[in-house]
């Protein structure tokens, strides 16, 4: 069985070398003599007195019976040459104790090493026993020690804590361990590492090791809670101004001058330019299904990590089954769309790691605008954009908005609730006929109504007999109960017709 510490993977020998890399907690320090490779065979206490009887190969704790003083200079000589002509492997004083130079260079040249450690004589050599012994109590003893170290460093809040819980446990297992990055691992795995609710990775050993068999759960909980907090620290004050964003977005248009003075004080840079990604995941395989609230979480963690150390101002909000991420900049930034198409480029790689290949994640852009009321347009544009691309069968494409033609007009129209209603409520006797027959009845009557009624331009743009859309037609007017002759009529039939094709997929 490997022992840790080993200079030779192939031998069950203790050596001094390895018991001292595990004791840290004890103190030791090397007086005399040189520990590497030193084999150690058992463990005894003798009292000062008794060590001509020490056995050979063994460890020996000098005890102080009574708790008397520290040995004089002379007994300490003395004691050296009995453990040297014992030919024991190492001789451990466990009070503060000086040692001659005389007598440091009769131990080296002897080959005796001589410590020191701030410990009591029968917690030391429990310890060395079981480091010897090696089996299930040498790794419960490694496993304890490795525990209490990452308790102990943990509640000194180190600034780079995952680095500083890793190391220390490393050293008191003396195996080392890392955290690796994993988009499969799950909460309930034991070397999970998550951060609040999401897994982010697991910690692993460098090699097989009883004794990080058993650490290895507790270190990554508390590494997981570590981890918890310091990203609580980092992204808590992003967080609470993502809720403000949601406000921003949802309230009514009369509520946004008193938001705006809200988000400003609360460090919320409304008067900068705001360019919006409109993030939608969607199952390939599934369109009815949405991410669940753990994968929703994930995505967002991975787009507060991304953005972090960027220069420009970054919010990431979690609205229902999407993800909006804000860049906000000074007004006329050059570059303001592209840097957030980049960013968002890479966040969709990451969020399909995470994911998997199942999912596609579709991206709309809007452009970048101005205040509180720019935030709110270049969202709308974003996510009509991804909704229309989604409806479109376009699944994981990234689409921008375009900003030059009828398509800006519909969003505006699409932003106020009371205009789309008013719009909505033209077609609405078509949704009777069932999604699919309601889409080709807009389809035609757009169609239609585009080309001034003319049956021939609406058939050929329908690729359909002229006969078949007049036979639709006639359909559509008797369900509507509209006269499409009319100008003023066929003005708000067609735009009640383009803002439902745009926005279908709400």
Same mark, same amino acid.
Do not use: K
């Given at each position: 069985?490997? *022992?840790?510490?080993?200079?030779?993977?192939?031998?069950?020998?203790?050596?001094?070398?390895? #018991?001292?890399?595990?004791?840290?907690?004890?103190?030791?320090?090397?007086?005399?003599? &040189?520990?590497?490779?030193?084999?150690?065979?058992?463990?005894?206490?003798?009292?000062?007195? &008794?060590?001509?009887?020490?056995?050979?190969?063994?460890?020996?704790?000098?005890?102080?019976?009574?708790?008397?003083?520290?040995?004089?200079?002379?007994?300490?000589?003395?004691?050296?040459?009995?453990?040297?002509?014992?030919?024991?492997?190492?001789?451990?004083?466990?009070?503060?104790?000086?040692?001659?130079?005389?007598?440091?260079?009769?131990? =080296?040249?002897?080959?005796? !090493?001589?410590?020191?450690?701030?410990?009591?004589?029968?917690?030391?050599?429990?310890?060395?026993?079981?480091?010897?012994?090696?089996?299930?109590?040498?790794?419960?003893?490694?496993?304890?020690?490795?525990?209490?170290?990452?308790?102990?460093?943990?509640?000194?809040?180190?600034?780079?804590?995952?680095?500083?819980?890793?190391?220390?446990?490393?050293?008191?297992?003396?195996?080392?361990?890392?955290?690796?990055?994993?988009?499969?691992?799950?909460?309930?795995?034991?070397?999970?590492?998550? #951060?609040?609710?999401?897994?982010?990775?697991?910690?692993?050993?460098?090699?097989?090791?009883?004794?990080?068999?058993?650490?290895?759960?507790?270190?990554?909980?508390?590494?997981?809670?570590?981890?918890?907090?310091?990203?609580?620290?980092?992204?808590?004050?992003?967080?609470?101004?993502?809720?403000?964003?949601?406000?921003?977005?949802?309230?009514?248009?009369?509520?946004?001058?008193?938001?705006?003075?809200?988000?400003?004080?609360?460090?919320?840079?409304? *008067?900068?330019?705001?360019?919006?990604?409109?993030?939608?995941?969607?199952?390939?395989?599934?369109?009815?299904?949405?991410?669940?609230?753990?994968?929703?979480?994930?995505?967002?963690?991975?787009?507060?990590?991304?953005?972090?150390?960027?220069?420009?101002?970054?919010?990431?909000?979690?609205?229902?089954?999407?993800?909006?991420?804000?860049?906000?900049?000074?007004? =006329?930034?050059?570059?303001? *769309?592209?840097?957030?198409?980049?960013?968002?480029?890479?966040?969709?790689?990451?969020?399909?790691?995470?994911? =998997?290949?199942?999912?596609?994640?579709?991206?709309?852009?809007?452009?970048? *605008?101005?205040?509180?009321?720019?935030?709110?347009?270049?969202? !709308?544009?974003?996510?009509?954009?991804?909704?229309?691309?989604?409806? =479109?069968?376009?699944?994981?494409?990234?689409?921008?908005?375009?900003? !030059?033609?009828?398509?800006?007009?519909?969003?505006?129209?699409?932003?106020?609730?009371?205009?789309?209603?008013?719009?909505?409520?033209?077609?609405?006797?078509?949704?009777?006929?069932?999604?699919?027959?309601?889409?080709?009845?807009?389809?035609?009557?757009?169609?239609?109504?585009?080309?001034?009624?003319?049956?021939?331009?609406?058939?050929?743009?329908?690729?359909?007999?002229?006969?078949?859309?007049?036979?639709?037609?006639?359909?559509?007017?008797?369900?509507?109960?509209?006269?499409?002759? &009319?100008?003023?009529?066929?003005?708000?039939?067609?735009?009640?017709?383009?803002?439902?094709?745009?926005?279908?997929?709400?």
């Amino acid at each position: 069985m490997e *022992q840790p510490g080993d200079s030779d993977a192939g031998t069950d020998v203790a050596t001094l070398d390895g #018991i001292i890399a595990q004791a840290e907690r004890f103190s030791v320090q090397v007086l005399a003599g &040189d520990p590497t490779g030193v084999a150690v065979e058992g463990v005894e206490m003798l009292a000062v007195d &008794d060590l001509a009887t020490a056995t050979r190969s063994h460890l020996v704790i000098a005890s102080h019976p009574g708790g008397g003083p520290p040995p004089r200079t002379y007994q300490i000589d003395i004691a050296i040459r009995r453990c040297i002509a014992a030919e024991v492997a190492c001789l451990v004083f466990v009070a503060p104790v000086t040692i001659a130079e005389t007598s440091r260079a009769l131990a =080296g040249r002897a080959g005796l !090493t001589v410590l020191s450690a701030a410990a009591t004589p029968s917690d030391l050599a429990v310890f060395v026993d079981r480091f010897v012994r090696g089996g299930a109590a040498e790794a419960l003893s490694r496993a304890e020690h490795a525990i209490a170290t990452v308790g102990r460093v943990a509640a000194a809040e180190p600034s780079d804590v995952r680095t500083a819980l890793v190391d220390a446990a490393s050293a008191a297992l003396g195996v080392p361990l890392h955290v690796v990055d994993d988009p499969t691992v799950r909460w309930t795995d034991a070397d999970a590492v998550c #951060i609040g609710e999401v897994p982010v990775g697991r910690l692993v050993a460098e090699r097989r090791d009883p004794a990080a068999a058993i650490a290895l759960p507790v270190v990554a909980a508390v590494l997981s809670r570590a981890s918890s907090r310091e990203s609580l620290d980092r992204f808590g004050p992003v967080r609470s101004r993502a809720d403000l964003v949601i406000e921003l977005l949802v309230a009514e248009s009369s509520r946004l001058d008193a938001l705006s003075v809200d988000a400003a004080r609360a460090g919320l840079p409304v *008067q900068l330019s705001h360019s919006v990604a409109w993030v939608t995941p969607r199952h390939r395989d599934d369109a009815e299904r949405r991410p669940s609230a753990a994968q929703l979480a994930a995505l967002e963690l991975r787009a507060l990590q991304l953005v972090d150390e960027r220069a420009e101002t970054w919010h990431v909000v979690g609205f229902h089954d999407n993800l909006a991420m804000v860049v906000s900049e000074e007004p =006329g930034a050059p570059d303001h *769309q592209r840097r957030l198409r980049e960013v968002v480029a890479r966040f969709v790689e990451l969020a399909t790691t995470t994911t =998997g290949e199942d999912w596609a994640f579709t991206v709309g852009l809007g452009t970048p *605008q101005s205040g509180a009321p720019g935030l709110r347009q270049s969202a !709308t544009e974003a996510r009509i954009a991804a909704e229309s691309a989604v409806a =479109g069968g376009h699944l994981g494409s990234t689409v921008v908005t375009d900003v !030059t033609g009828l398509r800006r007009v519909l969003l505006d129209f699409s932003a106020s609730p009371l205009s789309r209603t008013l719009l909505d409520d033209v077609l609405a006797p078509l949704d009777a006929l069932g999604p699919e027959r309601c889409d080709v009845a807009v389809r035609t009557l757009l169609a239609y109504v585009s080309t001034r009624n003319s049956l021939a331009r609406a058939a050929a743009a329908l690729t359909l007999h002229p006969n078949a859309v007049n036979y639709r037609i006639r359909r559509i007017e008797q369900t509507l109960n509209l006269d499409l002759d &009319d100008p003023d009529t066929r003005f708000s039939v067609e735009l009640a017709c383009r803002l439902r094709l745009v926005t279908r997929a709400r």
